[in-house]
């Protein structure tokens, strides 16, 4: 007997996420120099992280050999003045893939369904998976998130629904009120998960109203991380917003240090660096208008994005992401979501988005 077989079927059957290739693996597999090696693979912020972070950081360095505040009393807090939530509607995450986990683990069980959308990210079913509940995968509308369809497959089963806003990898967005009405018509016992990853880069006036639907449909989970815009992506730090209720549920499973204490304090500071997050949203808006600009002069097909990154479609992509990495470009194949004619590119500074253009162009001549 294999000692894997200890391990129940529905865990044996998972497929690992893979995650973007590294630099310094990179650099190795190549012989290159890790400066030589551009990254857009991961959708980090390449403005880097937060000033105020970094700087909390630094003025937190002697207190490693304490335990965090496992409650995070401080981050809570300003999440709290920052959005206008209780603390108790608040759970913390070693980034938001653990919220997303954490409300499974929580409400699923293997008698329950749970729902998300084709072309999701990898993580929902992966989630449930791992608890042994069944995953409902719905068909997209192009590949937009088709809502009606979302709502068709309930059953009565169906404990959770997953849905992205904006999407990733496709980086498409739903109007916040298209959202709202669905949520109204989600039965009251079934949990709403909307990942919120990427809401930093929407423009304001299509900033998520998400927050203040909490009270009003208690089904509603929101998960949001500070991996993307406000830099914080190797400190894993993220947080749900829910009913108290739901919180609470959540926060009985969490492990009480899920998040260390360089990540609160970090967090604690970049959430009101209102500056740093205007300038990377500039950065974004205009390396999507580059890229964008890049492909059409191409001939390539994209889907317009909302997010720190951008999908275009290239034909063999598996081939060309070879050839981009022999260039010393890091991008993002996406096959393992149903797309592989497409590569997934996080938006750059503007000279890294010049450099993957000529790189991409290259790569296509072969």
Not at 125 to 132: K, M, R
Not at 176 to 187: A, G, N, T, Y
Not at 288 to 299: I, N, P, S, V
Not at 349 to 356: G, Q, S
């Amino acid at each position: 007997m294999s000692l894997k077989d200890l391990a129940p079927a529905n865990v044996r059957a998972i497929a690992p996420y893979v995650p973007g290739k590294p630099i310094a693996e990179t650099a190795r597999e190549l012989g290159l120099e890790e400066s030589a090696i551009l990254k857009m693979a991961s959708n980090e912020n390449p403005l880097g992280s937060s000033p105020k972070a970094v700087a909390a950081i630094r003025g937190a360095l002697d207190d490693l050999a304490y335990y965090p505040d496992g409650a995070g009393y401080e981050l809570k807090g300003v999440i709290s003045r920052v959005f206008g939530v209780k603390p108790g509607n608040l759970v913390l995450g070693n980034g938001s893939n653990d919220v997303l986990e954490l409300t499974a683990r929580a409400f699923l069980t293997r008698d329950d369904s749970a729902i998300y959308s084709r072309h999701g990210f990898m993580v929902y079913p992966l989630a449930i998976q791992a608890i042994g509940a069944k995953a409902i995968e719905v068909p997209t509308q192009g590949y937009e998130t088709d809502l009606a369809a979302v709502l068709a497959a309930i059953r009565p089963d169906t404990k959770m629904v997953f849905v992205a806003n904006p999407n990733n990898p496709t980086g498409t967005f739903t109007p916040w009120q298209e959202l709202r009405d669905f949520i109204s018509r989600v039965p009251p016992n079934v949990l709403v998960v909307v990942d919120e990853a990427y809401g930093e880069y929407l423009p304001p006036e299509l900033a998520s109203p998400a927050v203040s639907w909490v009270e009003q449909y208690p089904n509603v989970v929101l998960s949001r991380t500070l991996s993307k815009a406000y830099g914080l992506a190797g400190l894993r730090v993220g947080y749900g917003v829910a009913n108290p209720e739901v919180a609470d549920v959540m926060n009985r499973v969490r492990q009480p240090f899920n998040v260390n204490h360089l990540a609160l304090v970090a967090a604690a500071a970049a959430l009101e660096d209102h500056d740093f997050i205007a300038k990377s949203r500039a950065n974004n808006s205009a390396g999507l208008t580059q890229l964008e600009a890049g492909f059409k002069r191409l001939g390539l097909e994209f889907i317009p994005s909302r997010a720190n990154f951008i999908t275009v479609r290239v034909g063999d992509a598996a081939k060309v992401y070879q050839r981009l990495l022999a260039k010393g470009v890091i991008v993002r194949p996406i096959a393992g979501y149903g797309m592989p004619d497409h590569l997934r590119v996080t938006v750059g500074l503007p000279e890294h988005n010049a450099r993957f253009l000529e790189a991409l162009e290259q790569a296509l001549k072969g």
